[in-house]
């Protein structure tokens, strides 16, 4: 008798298990009432802003001192104050910076370190009369970093820029400048919009959601260049930025 042929059974394919159904998970005791669950796809932390501090009065002196209870965004547990923008209601020009460093921290004033006095050799170069200018940064805490006992430049991030926008457009409405100067990336992107690129567009009359500006590079970045020859080159591309805009404020005000 012929021994029986070895069958090799393939085993059914298992069916598929069922999909659990997705029941919604219970909010932790933290969530706000109605804020998507924990570990849904729609849960996503919420924009945060500093709307809520700014007043509805516009004088420049309650800005300022609501600015120091401003909570919009983290940077100020570690900041020393706010630094609120500096200058005349009324001014012409408006220049934006980044941020405070160190020595506006400590002082509570914009641009009044080693860039600050950079920026005005250039404004006077430029033939911007100085008492005609705002000065504020896009974001009014300063950001850093340790590094033994030095307190380094950090820089802000898009949505500690977004967080701060509301005290710039309080500012632009309050003072109502005929031209705004941006100074370095952060400035011009939380002006013209993230696309913007200063190497590209620098020293050009553009229009804005707040006017008319011209961005050119922050004066700190002048500081850091590498040798005498490239600070002073770069001090000279920044002094005919600063020209353009000037040329700009005297069709803008002639006044």
Not at 20 to 25: G, K, S
Not at 44 to 55: D, E, I, K, T, Y
Not at 133 to 160: C, D, M, Q, Y
Not at 194 to 217: D, K, N, Y
Request: glycine share 8%.
């Amino acid at each position: 008798m012929a021994p029986r042929r070895a069958t090799t059974r393939t085993p059914a394919p298992r069916a598929p298990a069922p999909r659990a159904r997705a029941d919604r998970a219970s909010p932790s005791r933290g969530d706000a009432p109605g804020a998507p669950a924990a570990g849904s796809r729609a849960a996503r932390a919420p924009a945060r802003s500093a709307a809520p501090w700014v007043p509805p009065e516009r004088s420049l002196s309650a800005l300022r001192e609501a600015a120091q209870g401003c909570r919009g965004c983290d940077l100020w547990e570690r900041a020393t104050q706010a630094v609120f923008g500096e200058g005349p209601r009324g001014a012409a020009v408006m220049l934006v910076g980044e941020q405070p460093g160190n020595a506006e921290d400590l002082a509570g004033r914009p641009f009044v370190g080693p860039a600050g006095r950079l920026l005005d050799e250039a404004l006077d170069a430029a033939g911007i009369d100085r008492k005609r200018v705002f000065v504020t940064n896009a974001v009014k805490h300063f950001k850093w970093e340790p590094r033994g006992k030095l307190r380094i430049h950090a820089k802000p991030n898009s949505r500690e820029v977004a967080a701060c926008r509301p005290w710039l457009e309080a500012e632009v409405s309050t003072v109502h400048p005929k031209l705004l100067i941006a100074l370095g990336a952060t400035a011009a992107q939380s002006i013209l919009g993230p696309s913007f690129r200063v190497t590209r567009q620098r020293g050009m009359l553009l229009g804005s959601p707040f006017g008319r500006v011209v961005a050119t590079v922050h004066p700190a970045s002048i500081l850091r260049a590498p040798d005498p020859e490239s600070r002073q080159r770069e001090n000279e591309l920044f002094v005919a930025d600063l020209r353009v805009a000037a040329a700009a404020l005297r069709d803008l005000d002639p006044d």
